[in-house]
């Protein structure tokens, strides 16, 4: 059974660093892209960030410039590094691997709280 599951969530006051790693267990094979979700209260899920096998990465608007994602496919992990903290990035981060034949796996999300 695959898992994944994320960490580096926390409090952070506005400008401020934090990095969430996100590591997949279990028989997970062929992934495709790996990506960053983001849910605040009231609001949907949205993305945040992929990178592809190739390694191409493609931000939100609201990240760019801020945000860096990155993997590691021999530890099946995904990474994002979160600079330039703001209020408005607290939320619920999830990661979501997708396999080439179409499958998906998520995480059960790590909090981030940015203070102001």
Do not use: H
Request: charged share 15%.
């Amino acid at each position: 059974q695959v898992q994944l599951v994320e960490s580096g969530g926390g409090l952070v006051q506005a400008g401020g660093s934090l990095r969430l790693s996100c590591a997949a267990s279990g028989n997970i094979f062929s992934i495709s892209n790996m990506a960053w979700y983001r849910q605040s209260p009231g609001k949907q899920r949205e993305l945040v960030a992929i990178i592809f096998s190739v390694g191409t990465t493609t931000y939100a608007d609201f990240v760019k410039g801020r945000f860096t994602i990155s993997r590691d496919n021999a530890k099946n992990t995904v990474y994002l590094q979160m600079n330039s903290l703001k209020p408005e990035d607290t939320a619920v981060y999830y990661c979501k691997f997708s396999r080439v034949d179409g499958v998906t796996y998520w995480g059960s999300g790590t909090l981030v709280t940015v203070s102001s």
